[in-house]
């Protein structure tokens, strides 16, 4: 009796299972595979999205400093929010230095701060140091300009706006393993 129900009859209900539990295998594997196969330059980069729609007349500058990562890292990319979507980051202005608070890896919020910017500091300099910070780079006040993140200790007139091959790799190695990063707040001088 329990033959004919439970047996590997031709068609029976436990022979479609197998088939069915062998092709889902059978997926999984090849997904598997496509995922290891993947150069590591190949692999997609995580998307943050940022909203610099509040970030007032420096929206220009917001946008070149995403550009500026984007055309520098592979392992994640700098996007505007579309509508309707939550931004990873959202990018604000004041009277204030140019801040930064972040939650987590990609996911925070900063300030463009006018003390910094009529004090002379270079705007884009500026917008690719704060969007570093979203993107896990601490303070390294080094008084370098070819450091992105030496900030304010490099001189006011220091007009790179760009990471070094150090800062670079930092942020790739960060997004390639989706490192863990405490909260924090990062001002640009102090
Ligand atoms: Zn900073």
């Given at each position: 009796?329990?033959?004919?129900?439970?047996?590997?009859?031709?068609?029976?209900?436990?022979?479609?299972?197998?088939?069915?539990?062998?092709?889902?295998?059978?997926?999984?594997?090849?997904?598997?595979?496509?995922?290891?196969?993947?150069?590591?330059?190949?692999?997609?980069?995580?998307?943050?999205?940022?909203?610099?729609?509040?970030?007032?007349?420096?929206?220009?500058?917001?946008?070149?400093?995403?550009?500026?990562?984007?055309?520098?890292?592979?392992?994640?990319?700098?996007?505007?929010?579309?509508?309707?979507?939550?931004?990873?980051?959202?990018?604000?202005?004041?009277?204030?230095w140019p801040r930064t608070y972040t939650s987590s890896l990609g996911n925070g919020y900063w300030y463009m701060g006018r003390e910094a910017v009529n004090d002379g500091y270079y705007?884009?300099?500026?917008?690719?140091?704060?969007?570093?910070?979203?993107?896990?780079?601490?303070?390294?006040?080094?008084?370098?300009?070819?450091?992105?993140?030496?900030?304010?200790?490099?001189?006011?007139?220091?007009?790179?706006?760009?990471?070094?091959?150090?800062?670079?790799?930092?942020?790739?190695?960060?997004?390639?393993?989706?490192?863990?990063?405490?909260?924090?707040?990062?001002?640009?001088?102090?």
């Open positions: 009796m329990s033959d004919t129900v439970v047996g590997p009859t031709k068609g029976g209900p436990t022979m479609v299972l197998r088939r069915f539990a062998a092709a889902l295998v059978a997926a999984l594997a090849l997904a598997g595979v496509q995922v290891v196969s993947a150069e590591p330059a190949a692999a997609a980069a995580r998307i943050l999205y940022y909203d610099a729609s509040q970030a007032q007349e420096f929206v220009a500058v917001v946008n070149q400093g995403a550009q500026i990562w984007n055309s520098r890292v592979t392992t994640v990319q700098l996007l505007p929010v579309p509508a309707g979507r939550t931004p990873n980051i959202r990018v604000y202005a004041d009277n204030g705007k884009p300099r500026i917008a690719a140091h704060e969007f570093g910070h979203i993107l896990g780079l601490p303070d390294r006040r080094t008084g370098l300009c070819t450091d992105l993140m030496s900030g304010s200790s490099a001189p006011v007139s220091c007009t790179n706006p760009n990471p070094n091959s150090t800062e670079i790799a930092s942020v790739n190695r960060l997004f390639a393993t989706s490192a863990a990063v405490p909260a924090r707040e990062f001002v640009f001088t102090g």
